[in-house]
């Protein structure tokens, strides 16, 4: 497998290129979601809510933490999660910049 060149590109690129690649799974937009529609931090609903395995939901969790979308605490024997407000703005303005250009349709082959 060759190498990515990830150097060649900006880090506003590779910073982009990588929460993008993290969410890119529906599950984890499921998660986002839901976390977002309660607007609270949640504590293991998301085995019931989502229908998938435990350990399943922990991976998708973990791609998430990796990117610091979303922050855990643990409170007793539960973890729970939110989103992480300031990460979430980022995101929020990258993509927003990212999508800012117009597409120039007339001149498409």
């Known amino acids: 497998m060759g190498l990515t060149?990830?150097?060649i590109f900006t880090q506003q690129q590779n910073n982009l290129a990588t929460s993008l690649k993290a969410l890119?799974?529906?599950a984890r937009i499921a998660i986002l979601q839901y976390i977002l529609k309660q607007n609270a931090c949640i504590c293991n609903d998301l085995v019931d809510e989502l229908g998938l395995a435990q350990a399943t939901i922990s991976q998708h969790l973990k791609e998430l933490k990796n990117i610091g979308i979303i922050?855990?605490?643990i409170?007793?024997?539960s973890v729970c999660y939110c989103?992480?407000?300031n990460v979430w703005q980022k995101l929020k303005n990258e993509l927003?910049?990212?999508f800012v250009d117009n597409v120039g349709v007339d001149k498409c082959c």
């Open 5 to 7: 060149k990830t150097e």
């Open 96 to 98: 927003n910049m990212f």
């Open 75 to 77: 409170e007793g024997t």
């Open 83 to 85: 989103i992480d407000e």
């Open 71 to 73: 922050k855990g605490s």
């Open 24 to 26: 890119a799974h529906p």
